[in-house]
Nanobody, 119 residues
Framework: VQLQASGGGLVQAGGSLRLSCAAS????????MGWYRQAPGKQRELVAT???????NYADSVKGRFTISRDNAKNTLYLQMNSLKPEETAVYYC??????????????WGQGTLVTVSS
């Protein structure tokens, strides 16, 4: 199983980006999925999560600006980020709780995609 994150890049403050995370491999089902971020010198933090039923949860700092969504048919997770701030410069990671076709459940992480917000 692999998670491939994409969509990061350089954006000006106040701008928008849309991140994607595609899961592939021996997947039977995907439970919860989420986005996390790690800024230089800081710990990784939760940005948003979404359950298999579409129930979402956001960090207070991104509520009203970020939207997490998923396409279950494509095993893909998205994060629409609006009104970005320079302090949100970080590597963004996706995570998915996956039941494999071998009937084992693991948390898988994507490789991360860098988001740089310039002031």
């Amino acid at each position: 199983v692999q998670l491939q994150a994409s969509g990061g890049g350089l954006v000006q403050a106040g701008g928008s980006l849309r991140l994607s995370c595609a899961a592939s491999g021996s997947i039977f089902s995907i439970n919860s999925m989420g986005w996390y971020r790690q800024a230089p010198g800081k710990q990784r933090e939760l940005v948003a999560t979404i359950s298999s039923e579409g129930v979402t949860n956001y960090a207070d700092s991104v509520k009203g600006r970020f939207t997490i969504s998923r396409d279950n048919a494509k095993n893909t997770l998205y994060l629409q980020m609006n009104s970005l701030k320079p302090e949100e410069t970080a590597v963004y990671y996706c995570k998915a709780n996956i039941l494999t076709t071998s009937w084992r459940r693991y948390d898988y992480w994507g490789q991360g995609t860098l988001v740089t917000v310039s002031s």
